[in-house]
């Protein structure tokens, strides 16, 4: 190589260099870091893990099995610690990480103790209440689906809806579910899905760590979406994986497989349940006709159905004594009645005006054939008529005189 010209490295002793020269430093070979921890992920070797400080920074980490048994908690995402070990590269990469030894427990990080507070602050204001939660539509018109553009939640739900229910329309909402931009475009997907004619609104991502899921608990998303004016399924994450959305949602399932199950019914089990009510509906009616053909063999025994002419000649005898026993009773009422009149008319002839002039009594009618009753009717001059027992006399009132 001549004087002045620069000597060409691979990438291999550059990385090579650097980690010589990292690793040699007295300072990074015995650290402690305070952080906490995201990403927590187990591995056959060990678990690799990511440091975090309320700034943003980062700090790759790793903790292998020899160490691991030793720990005196089971460390999670959002434990804030103390990290003990040494600055190690990975010279393949280029990378370089806390190869840690020991972890020491402070409490929990800024990020899980926010958390916590919002989970406190929906939980107080009846967002989580069993009270506000919907039953699912059992035979829904049509599904929606916010999720990752092309993620495979989106292909599991596709298919296992088509698989299950065909007959249902199904409405795709992409949306950005990982990262800064996450809840904005999720926002952006629920307000479109709640201006489609939707009967059932799903909100699926696959798993990842509580990092990649943070996106779930932003507060405006679980309002958007504790607000739908639809049924709600969550399936985010995993089953060990719970976010604030899944406490809003009216359903949660634990994969976007499940949440398809919980939106449709089985078509082959909708059809295996046509079948059965259709045996039970043929057998209550054989059982039906049975019954009502038993009954007409009942009837169809009777004198009637086997002699129909005998029944009109028996209603026929009824008929005629009926006619003779009214006959006899108004001919009883007639002559009753005869006797009863025969003795009012000799009552009334035994009180006839006739029969008291019979006996030597004369009456007196004036012109116009009334009763006179008093001497004061018969003023002089008076004409009237006096009735005899041999005839009518007619004569003039020469006037009244006075009683001796």
Known sequence: MNKGEKRILSVSEVNASIKGILEGIPFFASLVVKGEISNWKRYKSGVFFDLKDEK??????????????????SPKDGDEVLAYGKLSVYALKGRYSLSAFRLEKQGLGSSLLALEELKKKLSKEGLFDESRKRELPKFPKAIGIICGKDSAAESDLLKNI?????????????A??????????LLNAIEKASKAPLDVLILARGGGSNEDLSSFNDERVVRAFSSFPKPTISAVGHEIDVTLVDFVSDKRASTPTGAAELATPDL?????????????????????????????????????????????????????NYRKRLHNQMES????LALRLKKDQEKLELSSPKKTIGRG?????????????????????????????DGIVKAISEGKEQDE
């Open 56 to 73: 943003g920074a980062r700090l790759s980490c790793t903790i292998w099995n020899d160490y691991l048994e030793y720990l005196p908690f």
């Open 361 to 389: 009594y004369s009456m007196l009618l004036d012109e116009k054939g009334e009763v006179l009753s008093s001497a004061q009717e018969l003023s002089e001059g008076t004409r009237f008529k006096a009735i005899l027992q």
């Open 176 to 185: 950005i579910v990982q990262g800064s931009l996450a809840p904005k475009s």
């Open 268 to 320: 082959e089990e909708l059809k295996e349940t046509l079948l059965e009510d259709e045996k039970r509906l043929q057998g209550s009616l054989q059982k039906l006709i049975s019954i009502k053909e038993a009954k007409l063999r009942s009837l169809s025994s009777r004198p009637f159905f086997l002699d129909p002419t005998s029944a009109y000649r028996l209603f026929e005898e009824k008929l005629e």
């Open 162 to 174: 088509s698989r299950r229910y065909p007959l249902a329309d199904i409405y795709v909402f992409n």
């Open 333 to 336: 009422k007639l002559s009753f």
